[in-house]
């Protein structure tokens, strides 16, 4: 893809890899990735510094707390930043992963992180992930991926990024969680109509980004 910038939308369900895939396709293909996800979390922690009771939050208190959030371009990403620092690990925290999936249903929290999204796009080559990239922020997209993979198996792999030591109940545990985010988010969670839909139960990584890449370069001719 040359001559002019390009976007790849990769989406899917929770836990199905799609930001470590995008970040592993924009690497190999010398693109910029944005992780949509990462602004929805840092939207998460700017409102539980304002108040951690995430019960007394409204839509508004947690668009006014996001709107001290940037997105900074790195070598091969964007990170984001609150109040001019890096927050990387704080919005990997347990607090945050338990409440993002609430701020992520907020129709202006959305719109301020699609706007944001698109804004990082402009004029790069990039890679782009999330829920509703290919049918929402970037339906133009010169490349659409949907990577979606069976719940089981996205629950181990959870639970093996963690870190965590896997065992039968943690998984059926882990399951249940994942499923009931699906639920949750199954509004946003949709192929677009002329997406590539990749079932990645039984795919490595690596398998996922040469497919993901090979698809990119055909198209480009």
Same mark, same amino acid.
């Given at each position: ?9 990769? /989406? ?7 930001? +470590?895939?995008? !970040? ?9 990735? $944005?992780? +949509? ?23 508004? #208190? ?20 609150? /109040?001019?620092?890096?927050?990387? /690990?704080? $919005? ?36 782009? #992930? ?11 997209? #010169? ?25 039968? !109940? ?23 109509? #002329?997406?590539?839909? $990749? /079932?990645?139960?039984?795919?490595? !990584? !690596? ?15």
């Amino acid at each position: 893809m040359t001559g002019r910038t390009s976007i790849i939308a990769i /989406d899917g369900p929770a836990a199905s890899g799609k930001s +470590s895939t995008a !970040q592993m396709v924009a690497e190999k293909l010398g693109f910029l990735h $944005i992780d +949509s996800g990462s602004l929805y979390r840092a939207a998460t922690a700017a409102a539980l510094r304002e108040e951690p009771d995430p019960s007394r939050w409204t839509e508004d #208190d947690v668009l006014s707390a996001a709107r001290s959030i940037e997105l900074r371009a790195a070598r091969t990403s964007f990170y984001p930043v609150l /109040d001019g620092h890096n927050i990387e /690990d704080e $919005i990997r925290g347990g607090d945050v992963t338990r409440h993002v999936s609430r701020v992520a249903q907020m129709p202006t929290v959305r719109e301020w992180v699609n706007d944001k999204v698109r804004a990082a796009a402009a004029g790069r080559n990039v890679v782009v #992930d999330g829920r509703d990239m290919g049918t929402v922020v970037f339906p133009a997209a #010169d490349l659409k991926i949907f990577l979606t993979a069976d719940s089981r198996e996205r629950a181990a792999r959870r639970l093996r990024q963690r870190g965590t030591p896997t065992s039968e !109940q943690l998984i059926v545990d882990e399951t249940r969680r994942i499923n009931e985010r699906d639920a949750r988010d199954a509004r946003q969670t949709v192929p677009a109509a #002329d997406a590539v839909v $990749i /079932d990645t139960t039984s795919l490595t !990584q !690596q398998e996922q980004v040469e497919r993901i890449v090979s698809l990119s370069e055909r198209r480009a001719g």
